[in-house]
Nanobody
Framework: QVQLVESGGGLVQPGGSLRLSCLAS????????MAWYRQAPGKQRELVAT???????YYDLSVKGRFTISRDNTRNTVYLQMNSLKPEDTAVYYC??????????WGQGTQVTVSS
């Protein structure tokens, strides 16, 4: 199973920016589909963005134009650049990976709080 470690969460004012990082273990990172999910208090976990090995990208409509997902296969890392943050973006953000051999894996989550 792939080990995923997120970092970069924190407290930011509305309109601010944060960049989340997710470091993955293993030697076949470039073959994984990677994604970011989030879960707000009292709500279900929801998909934020995905990036495939071929770098096809999907964004949820709620973040499109504000968030950017990217990957660096040389560093086994996927990023989520979050701009123009809103209070409704407050959630625990989880990194997710899928590989045909490794299956699915989740990180432990990192808290993002958008508040003045």
């Amino acid at each position: 199973q792939v080990q995923l470690v997120e970092s970069g969460g924190g407290l930011v004012q509305p309109g601010g920016s944060l960049r989340l990082s997710c470091l993955a273990s293993g030697s076949t990172f470039s073959s994984y589909t990677m994604a970011w999910y989030r879960q707000a208090p009292g709500k279900q976990r929801e998909l934020v963005a995905t990036i495939t090995p071929g770098e096809s990208i999907y964004y949820d409509l709620s973040v499109k134009g504000r968030f950017t997902i990217s990957r660096d296969n040389t560093r086994n890392t996927v990023y989520l650049q979050m701009n123009s943050l809103k209070p409704e973006d407050t959630a625990v953000y989880y990194c997710y990976s899928y590989g045909t051999l490794s299956g699915t894996s989740w990180g432990q989550g990192t808290q993002v709080t958008v508040s003045s």
